[in-house]
């Protein structure tokens, strides 16, 4: 029994040693297996932050409060930050500007929160980060959670820089931008304003200076000049390192052992705080170098790269031209303003000539036409008409002068008046018969008599291109004919195109002489003006007048056989009612203005007295007033049916007088009929008369005719 049961003890002891032993092996395995994993887990840990290490964007790992636990080598190379530097610290406080503070905040509660996850597991987004110099760096941003058990155990970043496109693109909106501020801006520190906006959606311009450099001086001035270190508005060019670049007039990035070496050279003298880093180029058109653009840092060597130097170098030859494309327009304004001064002197002074010239003129010619209807004796008769036709001889070559700058000055105008156009060249024919008859020419008229009677068109203008080309055909022919034809070309409704022609059988234009005639003050040779007289203006003004008609004056001539110029223009036909007011007009009487009450405000006495004479042989009231104060005062205190008023008198002149009678409380006064006196047809007050609501006006020296029934209409 004992055997047995000592048998059975070994047994036991036996299979729990077997036991023993298994579990032993079963835990040697086990360790054995341990150890193989952590010794993976070591490989895997070693790959994983070679990885991160070597991939090309920046990666940061941080905790939920943003706190950096790892970065990367590209991390330390785009934002300088160092790992003894980053870790520890806030991510927001590294990199994030103030200006997105809130926003850096807001995506990272949108991925988490103390809870764990929130819906949105990862953030992409583009936006911009500073690095450790305050360097701006565009970035594409990605932000995702790591998570263990469900529950976040930290952040991780990825940042791409995307600088180098974004420059791309604000380099092609800054060019455009500054070309078209260039054009659109007036000032030039406006101009240098918007550049400086412009550069800085590329480049931090806390150290940003634009120079322009005037060679006659050898001077820098600065119109815009940022630093944080030192200010100036005015260099000399020598031993400055703007001045270096300009006289190298290429672009360069320095550093300060570049800066050190061009001052040991004797190259440079340095003004001001040194720099670290001096980024320059040239603002050139051509060979030219008109001043320079600078960048600097005063702290960090990297701050610009010579990608910079070359998109700098770039935007500077837009800028270049873009100041050359201002100062060029701003000299052609310049000389426009001074060709506008001209004009207007010139103006002034042809006004002041046509008032001058033309008021004894109208004296001359008022007084021989009292002459006239005085029925003078038959010996006077003729020492009156020579007054007259001198007279008139002298107010067209006035005239031709005067039209001549109108003409210039780009302010003629024409009428659209009813006449009737064979009276019109019935009458011409009259005017031209005398002066053909004294010099033994013959003067044929040929009339289309297709052509209707009654027309609209300007007969005063029409009358100074045929009166032109009559007085030259005249003028130039000593024996022969004088022609003058009028036919229809054309017709369609109610326009009608009529062709003029003038030939004569005079001296002729040589062939390269016919279009130098047509040019002012030139005639068709050097002589002409010594033997015949004239200003060279009649051809030229005609032309012109023709032209600005819709024509064209022409001209078919050979020496010693004759002349012919022809033209051609446009008119309406006049309707019947048209035709009934005309005929009204032609059986005018003169009985029509008997009692009227009359004031007539006008400077000169022998003006106002040949003004008086009509007015009295018409049993018109005349009541003189010397000035415009005087008329004013007269106006208050008596009833008038029209005010005749000279434009230019002494102490107060018609056109302030106008004004004041227009903007009168008084009705009656306010509403006077006022017809305008003035011997200057280019006057300075133009666009001033035109709003003075004036009813008409009468040009000096005038026809009585034209003062009778301008009275007449206008009468109250």
Same mark, same amino acid.
């Given at each position: !029994?004992?055997?047995?049961?000592?048998?059975?003890?070994?047994?036991?002891?036996?299979?729990?040693?077997?036991?023993?032993?298994?579990?032993?092996?079963?835990?040697?395995?086990?360790?054995?297996?341990?150890?193989?994993?952590?010794?993976?887990?070591?490989?895997?840990?070693?790959?994983?932050?070679?990885?991160?290490?070597?991939?090309?964007?920046?990666? *940061?790992?941080?905790?939920?409060?943003?706190?950096?636990?790892?970065?990367?080598?590209?991390?330390?190379?785009?934002?300088? @930050?160092?790992?003894?530097?980053?870790?520890?610290?806030?991510?927001?406080?590294?990199?994030?500007p103030?200006?997105l503070?809130?926003?850096? *905040?807001?995506?990272?509660?949108?991925?988490?929160?103390?809870?764990?996850?929130?819906?949105?597991?990862?953030?992409?987004?583009?936006?911009?980060?500073?690095?450790?110099?305050?360097?701006?760096?565009?970035?594409?941003?990605?932000?995702?959670?790591?998570?263990?058990?469900?529950?976040?155990?930290?952040?991780?970043?990825?940042?791409?820089?995307?600088?180098?496109?974004?420059?791309?693109?604000?380099?092609?909106?800054?060019?455009?931008?500054?070309?078209a501020a260039?054009?659109?801006?007036?000032?030039?520190?406006?101009?240098?304003?918007?550049?400086?906006?412009?550069?800085?959606?590329i480049?931090d311009?806390?150290?940003?200076?634009? *120079?322009?450099?005037?060679?006659?001086?050898?001077?820098?001035?600065?119109?815009?000049?940022?630093?944080?270190?030192?200010?100036?508005?005015?260099?000399?060019?020598?031993?400055?390192?703007?001045?270096?670049?300009?006289?190298?007039?290429?672009?360069?990035?320095?550093?300060?052992?570049?800066i050190?070496?061009?001052?040991?050279?004797?190259?440079?003298a340095?003004?001001?705080?040194?720099?670290?880093?001096?980024?320059?180029?040239?603002?050139?058109?051509?060979?030219?170098?008109?001043?320079?653009?600078?960048?600097?840092? @005063?702290?960090?060597?990297?701050?610009?790269?010579?990608?910079?130097?070359?998109?700098?170098?770039?935007?500077?030859?837009?800028?270049?031209?873009?100041?050359?494309?201002?100062? !060029?327009?701003?000299?052609?304004?310049?000389?426009?303003?001074?060709?506008?001064?001209?004009?207007?002197?010139?103006?002034?002074?042809?006004?002041?000539?046509?008032?001058?010239?033309?008021?004894?003129?109208?004296?001359v010619?008022?007084?021989?036409?009292?002459?006239?209807?005085?029925?003078?004796?038959?010996?006077? !008769?003729?020492?009156?008409?020579?007054?007259?036709?001198?007279?008139?001889?002298?107010?067209?070559?006035?005239?031709?002068?005067?039209?001549?700058?109108?003409?210039?000055?780009?302010?003629?105008?024409?009428?659209?008046?009813?006449?009737?156009?064979?009276?019109?060249?019935?009458?011409?024919?009259?005017?031209?018969?005398?002066?053909?008859?004294?010099?033994?020419?013959?003067?044929?008229?040929?009339?289309?008599?297709?052509?209707?009677?009654?027309?609209?068109?300007?007969?005063?203008?029409?009358?100074?291109?045929?009166?032109?080309?009559?007085?030259n055909?005249?003028?130039?022919?000593?024996?022969?004919?004088?022609? !003058?034809?009028?036919?229809?070309?054309?017709?369609?409704?109610?326009?009608?195109?009529?062709?003029?022609? *003038?030939?004569?059988?005079?001296?002729?234009?040589?062939?390269?002489?016919?279009?130098?005639?047509?040019?002012?003050?030139r005639?068709?040779?050097?002589?002409?003006?010594?033997?015949?007289?004239?200003?060279?203006?009649?051809?030229?003004?005609?032309?012109?007048?023709?032209?600005?008609?819709?024509?064209?004056?022409?001209?078919?001539?050979?020496?010693?056989?004759?002349?012919?110029?022809?033209?051609?223009?446009?008119?309406?036909?006049?309707?019947?009612?048209?035709?009934?007011r005309?005929?009204?007009?032609?059986?005018?009487?003169?009985?029509?203005?008997?009692?009227?009450?009359?004031?007539?405000?006008?400077?000169?006495?022998?003006?106002?007295?040949?003004?008086?004479?009509?007015?009295?042989?018409?049993?018109?009231?005349?009541?003189?007033?010397?000035?415009?104060?005087?008329a004013?005062?007269?106006?208050?205190?008596?009833?008038?049916?029209?005010?005749?008023?000279?434009?230019?008198?002494?102490?107060?002149?018609?056109?302030?007088?106008?004004?004041?009678?227009?903007?009168?409380?008084?009705?009656?006064?306010?509403d006077?009929?006022?017809?305008?006196?003035?011997?200057?047809?280019?006057?300075?007050h133009?666009?001033?008369?035109?709003?003075?609501?004036?009813?008409?006006?009468?040009?000096?020296?005038?026809?009585?005719?034209?003062?009778?029934?301008?009275?007449?209409?206008?009468?109250?």
């Amino acid at each position: !029994m004992a055997t047995k049961d000592k048998t059975g003890d070994l047994i036991r002891e036996n299979a729990e040693l077997r036991d023993r032993i298994s579990r032993l092996e079963k835990l040697k395995e086990e360790q054995k297996n341990s150890s193989f994993d952590i010794e993976d887990l070591l490989k895997e840990k070693v790959l994983l932050e070679t990885l991160i290490d070597l991939t090309p964007e920046s990666i *940061v790992q941080t905790a939920k409060d943003g706190t950096v636990e790892r970065i990367n080598k590209e991390f330390t190379r785009q934002f300088g @930050y160092t790992k003894e530097e980053a870790l520890g610290k806030n991510i927001d406080e590294l990199i994030v500007p103030d200006e997105l503070k809130n926003e850096a *905040v807001s995506f990272t509660k949108k991925i988490a929160d103390d809870e764990g996850i929130k819906s949105e597991t990862y953030i992409k987004t583009e936006t911009y980060r500073v690095n450790k110099y305050g360097k701006k760096l565009y970035v594409s941003m990605m932000v995702q959670p790591a998570v263990i058990d469900g529950k976040i155990s930290s952040l991780f970043a990825i940042y791409r820089n995307m600088s180098g496109r974004k420059k791309d693109d604000d380099t092609k909106s800054v060019i455009y931008n500054i070309s078209a501020a260039a054009l659109t801006m007036t000032e030039f520190s406006d101009i240098f304003n918007n550049i400086k906006e412009e550069i800085s959606k590329i480049w931090d311009i806390k150290n940003f200076y634009i *120079v322009l450099y005037n060679k006659e001086s050898q001077t820098l001035s600065l119109p815009y000049y940022q630093d944080e270190k030192d200010y100036f508005e005015e260099v000399p060019v020598k031993n400055t390192m703007t001045g270096w670049l300009i006289k190298e007039n290429r672009p360069v990035l320095l550093k300060m052992a570049d800066i050190d070496e061009l001052e040991q050279k004797g190259e440079i003298a340095l003004i001001g705080t040194p720099c670290k880093l001096w980024l320059g180029v040239p603002l050139s058109t051509g060979n030219e170098v008109i001043g320079a653009m600078v960048l600097q840092d @005063y702290y960090d060597e990297e701050a610009f790269t010579n990608d910079d130097l070359r998109l700098l170098h770039l935007i500077g030859n837009q800028i270049a031209l873009a100041i050359q494309r201002k100062r !060029m327009l701003n000299n052609l304004i310049a000389e426009r303003r001074k060709a506008e001064e001209a004009g207007r002197l010139k103006q002034q002074f042809m006004s002041t000539m046509s008032h001058e010239i033309r008021t004894p003129l109208n004296e001359v010619i008022g007084i021989s036409n009292l002459l006239l209807q005085g029925e003078p004796r038959p010996d006077q !008769m003729e020492y009156v008409k020579t007054l007259r036709f001198s007279a008139d001889h002298l107010l067209t070559l006035v005239n031709d002068v005067l039209d001549y700058t109108k003409m210039e000055a780009g302010s003629i105008s024409f009428e659209k008046t009813k006449f009737d156009i064979f009276e019109f060249i019935n009458d011409l024919k009259r005017s031209y018969s005398f002066r053909t008859e004294t010099r033994d020419l013959e003067f044929i008229l040929s009339l289309d008599k297709k052509i209707p009677h009654n027309l609209i068109g300007d007969p005063i203008r029409l009358n100074q291109i045929l009166s032109n080309l009559l007085s030259n055909a005249v003028k130039f022919t000593s024996e022969g004919t004088i022609e !003058m034809g009028v036919k229809e070309v054309s017709r369609s409704g109610n326009e009608i195109k009529l062709k003029f022609n *003038v030939r004569d059988t005079g001296i002729g234009i040589p062939h390269d002489r016919q279009s130098v005639i047509f040019e002012s003050f030139r005639q068709a040779s050097d002589d002409t003006t010594r033997k015949f007289g004239g200003t060279g203006l009649g051809l030229s003004i005609s032309k012109k007048l023709v032209e600005l008609q819709g024509g064209s004056l022409d001209v078919e001539s050979q020496p010693d056989v004759g002349s012919n110029f022809f033209f051609s223009l446009d008119f309406l036909i006049a309707t019947d009612e048209e035709r009934t007011r005309d005929n009204g007009e032609k059986d005018q009487r003169w009985d029509e203005l008997k009692g009227k009450n009359i004031l007539i405000a006008e400077d000169n006495k022998i003006n106002f007295f040949v003004a008086n004479k009509f007015l009295t042989k018409w049993e018109i009231n005349v009541t003189h007033a010397e000035n415009g104060k005087i008329a004013l005062d007269y106006i208050r205190d008596n009833k008038y049916d029209l005010i005749l008023m000279d434009l230019h008198m002494p102490e107060m002149d018609g056109i302030e007088a106008i004004e004041i009678i227009r903007n009168s409380d008084d009705p009656d006064i306010r509403d006077l009929p006022v017809i305008a006196l003035t011997a200057a047809i280019m006057s300075e007050h133009e666009a001033k008369i035109e709003k003075l609501n004036i009813n008409d006006y009468i040009l000096k020296p005038f026809k009585p005719r034209d003062l009778y029934s301008k009275i007449l209409r206008h009468t109250r």
